[in-house]
């Protein structure tokens, strides 16, 4: 009988069992927690409290393993933003336009996301959860990895052993792969970490009557610009209610303090987002988080790799969460590992966990890329010094952003990559670098781009009457 072991019940978890259950006779999901029988609150996920976009590379994965679970989200309540016509969005360049749509994305809270992933996947009769246990060590040897150790999160109990022909580690964050494969003899595994200091703040709010389904509303930071880099983002989700979080970097931290939580948005470069939440009626306290770094692994680098061991999600690289690319990478990372077991059709092929390791690198490099080329410019980031490569790379993300603010072509090649849809390789075509250097085809715009609707509902002045509240 083949088995296969994840560790880890979140969304890389539940995506990675649905991906290698076709291939053995039993999943078990390892999980620290007992997981929630509904759209409510994981406690290992103090981050879904904050807001969450599911980009459409990452949501046409989850759908290419899941069928249907786009159509679950919405009819539970999810909005799907067709893009760019449904976003408003002032980057370090400027406003972008709302260019007919090419792309979308999908917002809702974290707790519905997770829901749909894991009852579509805990429908399948091979895959088990058993909550209650933490892994506490990798069985095997630098060759091959049999099985896990694992024991009750309550210390009673006896230690346990399972043995697999495929562990997955899954398990998020506070993976302690490096650590299992160091007990095993495999050791000096390239690490790089960059960390902003970001902590992200959030609100919940009752939509206003008539604005439940609004565009999403982003206010980016300007990496380049001296001092801490400040933002706010504004997101429909279920229930007719927004989410709000900003983000800070160090030394320009929002607090946990409600009284401070509009002041900060209205203070941004653009005070939309605090025009809009000082009418609207807060459902919830603020909510802070900290542990907001870039780290990343680079396990498909080691000389030496286990056959049967695989990590995939945010057990290889965690980013910083405004770009929103953590769930859209463990969902290709799936892909990635059930286009292999289609190819060779058995767990324990030669070569596998390897080739695997590889494919996962590849979305992982590229929103690696993507969050990296605007942190590492941050006044007092941690972990890395730009180099004159970084510099340049900089220089010419911005030259391609202000394009993108009175260009479509351009708009539409840059939302390839930031959806996940194509790889950053799409922006050094030809065509790209030749609508670059002609620049933008048209004026770049003075005020956030809403509909006389959008102004309405949002109770918002004209803008030639706009003042700040």
Not at 233 to 258: F, H, M
């Amino acid at each position: 009988m083949r088995r296969a072991i994840v560790i880890g019940g979140g969304m890389a978890g539940m995506l990675a069992a649905v991906a290698v259950s076709h291939a053995v006779d039993d999943v078990v999901i390892i999980e620290r927690d007992e997981l929630p029988d509904g759209p409510r609150p994981r406690k290992g996920l103090p981050q879904a409290r904050h807001i969450h976009i599911l980009m459409a590379g990452g949501a046409d994965a989850i759908e290419d393993l899941l069928p249907g679970s786009i159509d679950r989200w919405l009819a539970e309540g999810a909005h799907r933003h067709r893009l760019t016509s449904d976003m408003v969005a002032l980057s370090p360049e400027g406003w972008y336009r709302r260019w007919r749509p090419t792309h979308y994305l999908v917002t809702s809270s974290r707790d519905l996301l997770d829901h749909v992933v894991r009852s579509q996947t805990l429908k399948n009769h091979r895959i088990q959860v058993l909550p209650g246990r933490q892994v506490t060590g990798l069985l095997g040897s630098s060759s091959r990895v049999s099985g896990i150790a694992l024991s009750h999160i309550t210390g009673t109990g006896a230690d346990e052993e399972m043995t697999a022909d495929l562990v997955i580690d899954a398990s998020g964050r506070a993976s302690r792969a490096a650590t299992w494969l160091a007990d095993l003899g495999i050791t000096e595994i390239p690490e790089h970490t960059l960390d902003t200091g970001l902590t992200y703040a959030t609100r919940i709010y009752r939509a206003p009557s008539g604005a439940e389904s609004i565009p999403v509303i982003n206010v980016m930071a300007d990496p380049r610009s001296p001092g801490p880099g400040q933002a706010a983002a504004l997101a429909p989700i279920e229930d007719k209610q927004w989410i709000v979080s900003l983000g800070g970097t160090r030394g320009g931290e929002p607090t946990d303090n409600p009284e401070d939580f509009t002041r900060f948005a209205l203070d941004l470069r653009h005070p939309l987002i605090g025009q809009i939440i000082s009418r609207a009626h807060p459902l919830t306290d603020v909510a802070i988080t900290r542990s907001t770094h870039n780290r990343r692994r680079y396990f498909e680098k080691t000389g030496t790799w286990p056959e049967g061991f695989i990590a995939l999600g945010d057990a290889i690289a965690t980013f910083n969460p405004v770009y929103g690319q953590g769930m859209s990478v463990a969902a290709q990372g799936a892909q990635a590992l059930r286009r292999e077991l289609n190819r060779t059709g058995d767990v324990r092929s030669v070569g596998l966990s390897r080739r695997v390791q590889r494919a996962a690198a590849g979305p992982v490099d590229a929103a690696w890329a993507l969050a990296t080329a605007q942190d590492i410019h941050y006044t007092d980031a941690h972990g890395q010094v730009p180099t004159w490569q970084d510099r340049i790379v900089s220089a010419f993300t911005s030259r391609l952003s202000r394009t993108a603010t009175g260009s479509f072509f351009m708009a539409t090649a840059m939302t390839d990559v930031t959806t996940m849809r194509k790889g950053a390789t799409r922006l050094a075509r030809p065509s790209v670098l030749g609508a670059a250097l002609l620049g933008p085809l048209r004026p770049p715009l003075t005020e956030p781009p809403l509909t006389e609707r959008e102004r309405i509902v949002l109770q918002l002045k004209p803008d030639n009457e706009r003042q700040n509240v």
